[in-house]
């Protein structure tokens, strides 16, 4: 059985979502890093949260990289590979981020 394909219209307006929410993540890790080394505490449980929270902003950057170069390609089974990859960068940097925000809740505060 094939799967169905959808229309490009709707696969360019998925990126763009995408894209937003990614960017508006990676900032969001940023500010989460700059704000606990703010706060300055130094014990362990801050630093692996807070390099977590960096790993999670890096991923989601290139997640951002990703997405433009999907919306940018003009050959179709480039574009279906990109869109493969983010969807695993993006759900691997989500997961880290949801881990993170355990990690500083339950040892941080």
Request: a positive charge; aromatic letters at 2%.
């Given at each position: 059985m094939t799967k169905p394909l959808r229309?490009?219209?709707w696969l360019r307006e998925d990126l763009l979502h995408l894209l937003s929410v990614?960017?508006?993540?990676?900032?969001?890790?940023v500010t989460v890093v700059a704000?606990?080394?703010?706060?300055?505490?130094?014990?362990g449980s801050v630093?692996?949260?807070?390099?977590?929270?960096?790993?999670?902003?890096l991923l989601f950057l290139a997640n951002c990289y990703l997405i433009f170069w999907?919306?940018?390609?003009?050959?179709?089974s480039l574009a279906n590979l990109l869109v493969s990859v983010l969807d695993v960068v993006f759900l691997v940097a989500l997961t880290l981020m949801t881990g993170a925000a355990f990690v500083m809740v339950y040892t941080v505060w």
């Open positions: 229309p490009a219209t990614s960017a508006t993540l990676a900032g969001l890790s704000l606990m080394k703010t706060l300055g505490r130094k014990s630093t692996i949260a807070d390099d977590m929270f960096a790993v999670c902003a999907a919306l940018k390609t003009s050959k179709t």
